[in-house]
């Protein structure tokens, strides 16, 4: 089994501390790094190349949402998915470290066993996101759009395929479920949405889904 790398970002040690022996007490992961701000981060994700990064949104220095943008932008594909950890259900910070690159957010208060198993969603490839806010965070993107979006306008590098699975997609719908209303199979579900993130432009399955509010595509 690949032991799964996990750097840690916060500026409170006795929260890092924690975290770290709810982590390496996994027999398939393991805390590779420890940071207490952005700035730190960004040298220690260089440094450490963890797989995951548990990012906290309001450090000195430089807060989760800019070390998330460097972070990104440093490593670029090959960059570690970035787990926001924050206190609020509804978080306008979490909000913008998703658009920064971020694979979604979990509560800081989330029970332990939520937690690892965000650690290995984000790690596979998967968002995650606090259950309590994701429609109200998705409504927070729509809103903020200057004004509908003509699908046509927006998605022209797709195939008619592509585009209905798109759609599909960011409406929330798991791959079974867009398997059965595209009568496919699950694996050809799986091509066509890594084939719509590459020509997009996107990281994973929520900057999709933001991507759709922000244009009012759904």
């Given at each position: 089994?690949?032991?799964?790398?996990?750097?840690?970002?916060?500026?409170?040690?006795?929260?890092r501390?924690?975290?770290?022996?709810?982590?390496?007490?996994?027999?398939?992961?393991?805390?590779?790094?420890?940071?207490g701000?952005?700035?730190?981060?960004?040298?220690?994700?260089?440094?450490?190349?963890?797989?995951?990064?548990?990012?906290?949104?309001r450090?000195?220095?430089?807060?989760?949402?800019?070390?998330?943008?460097?972070?990104?932008?440093?490593?670029?594909?090959?960059a570690?998915?970035v787990?926001?950890?924050?206190?609020?259900?509804?978080?306008?910070?979490?909000?913008?470290?998703?658009?920064?690159?971020?694979?979604g957010?979990?509560?800081?208060?989330?029970?332990?066993?939520?937690?690892?198993?965000?650690?290995r969603t984000?790690?596979?490839?998967?968002?995650?996101?606090?259950p309590?806010?994701?429609?109200?965070?998705?409504?927070?993107?729509?809103e903020?759009?200057?004004?509908?979006?003509?699908?046509?306008?927006?998605?022209?590098?797709?195939?008619?395929?592509?585009r209905?699975?798109?759609?599909?997609a960011?409406?929330?719908l798991?791959?079974?479920?867009?398997?059965?209303?595209?009568?496919?199979s699950?694996?050809?579900?799986k091509?066509h949405?890594?084939?719509?993130?590459?020509k997009?432009?996107?990281?994973d399955r929520?900057?999709?889904?933001?991507?759709?509010?922000?244009?009012?595509?759904?």
């Amino acid at each position: 089994m690949k032991t799964i790398r996990v750097a840690l970002v916060d500026d409170q040690p006795l929260f890092r501390g924690g975290l770290r022996m709810l982590i390496d007490s996994q027999d398939d992961l393991e805390v590779v790094g420890e940071a207490g701000d952005g700035v730190e981060a960004r040298t220690m994700v260089r440094d450490a190349t963890p797989d995951v990064v548990l990012m906290d949104i309001r450090m000195p220095a430089a807060d989760g949402i800019q070390a998330t943008e460097w972070i990104v932008a440093d490593a670029g594909d090959t960059a570690p998915r970035v787990l926001v950890l924050t206190t609020f259900d509804l978080d306008e910070n979490a909000a913008k470290a998703i658009r920064a690159g971020a694979s979604g957010f979990v509560l800081k208060d989330a029970e332990p066993e939520f937690l690892l198993a965000a650690i290995r969603t984000v790690h596979a490839g998967t968002a995650v996101i606090a259950p309590a806010a994701t429609t109200e965070l998705f409504q927070h993107f729509g809103e903020r759009a200057p004004q509908p979006g003509d699908p046509d306008e927006h998605l022209t590098a797709l195939s008619v395929r592509e585009r209905e699975i798109f759609l599909l997609a960011a409406r929330g719908l798991s791959n079974s479920e867009i398997a059965k209303a595209e009568f496919v199979s699950e694996a050809t579900v799986k091509t066509h949405i890594s084939r719509v993130l590459a020509k997009l432009g996107l990281r994973d399955r929520v900057q999709l889904v933001v991507f759709a509010f922000e244009r009012r595509l759904v």
